[in-house]
T-cell receptor, first 113, second 114 residues
Framework: EAEVAQSPRYKITEKSQAVAFWCDPISGHATLYWYRQILGQGPELLVQFQDESVVDDSQLPKDRFSAERLKGVDSTLKIQPAELGDSAMYLC???????????FGPGTRLTVL | AQKITQTQPGMFVQEKEAVTLDCTYDTSDQSYGLFWYKQPSSGEMIFLIYQGSYDEQNATEGRYSLNFQKARKSANLVISASQLGDSAMYFCAMRDHTGNQFYFGTGTSLTVIP
């Protein structure tokens, strides 16, 4: 069964450092999402791609966060510099089209010290 | 404004019994989608069931069913014949009519007791 792949699964970093997360969606899925989930809360949508284009990034803290999906397949989410409040689970999801069901990857659990 | 409300932070159910997890939503859209996801302690979000706003029948997927009451703006998840493996966090979510916005609730922690 096709799955969304994410790496790394766990990342520990010190504040002020740069971190990057990678996501490979299910093959053929045009829409890709990045979410942040703080412990005890539901996921919050950070950015949504349709192919290589950003559809919505209104919740992305653009002073330190960036996301790209250059070839419309896999995607990278970067944080620079990381802050203590960035400690969270970062989830990637994909869907065939923008109104279809989203399927999630295993997530990257980030700890900022 | 809170789009999805899950008022039950934690629920307990006896194995083999049925349980209902509550979800209410807020939207002025005519077209929207409602979803339930399960999140075990491992962290992955697992899709369970979907209900479209124009669907007249309540959605069912195996032991999962969605009790959709449009006028009340509620979309409760019913799990029948609970199993120990059902212990997890459960999130209700809504997609708006554009598909550009997706909102999750705060989740309900379900514990199945042997």
């Amino acid at each position: 069964e096709a799955e969304v792949a994410q790496s790394p699964r766990y990342k520990i970093t010190e504040k002020s450092q740069a971190v990057a997360f990678w996501c490979d969606p299910i093959s053929g899925h045009a829409t890709l999402y990045w979410y942040r989930q703080i412990l005890g809360q539901g996921p919050e949508l950070l950015v949504q791609f349709q192919d290589e284009s950003v559809v919505d990034d209104s919740q992305l803290p653009k002073d330190r966060f960036s996301a790209e999906r250059l070839k419309g397949v896999d995607s990278t989410l970067k944080i620079q510099p990381a802050e203590l409040g960035d400690s969270a689970m970062y989830l990637c999801a994909s869907s065939l089209a923008i109104t279809d069901t989203q399927y999630f990857g295993p997530g990257t659990r980030l700890t900022v010290l | 404004a809170q789009k999805i409300t899950q008022t039950q932070p934690g629920m307990f159910v006896q194995e083999k019994e049925a349980v209902t997890l509550d979800c209410t939503y807020d939207t002025s859209d005519q077209s929207y989608g409602l979803f339930w996801y399960k999140q075990p302690s491992s962290g992955e979000m697992i899709f369970l069931i979907y209900q479209g706003s124009y669907d007249e029948q309540n959605a069912t997927e195996g032991r999962y069913s969605l009790n959709f009451q449009k006028a009340r703006k509620s979309a409760n998840l019913v799990i029948s014949a609970s199993q120990l493996g059902d212990s997890a966090m459960y999130f209700c979510a809504m997609r708006d009519h554009t598909g550009n916005q997706f909102y999750f609730g705060t989740g309900t922690s379900l514990t199945v007791i042997p």
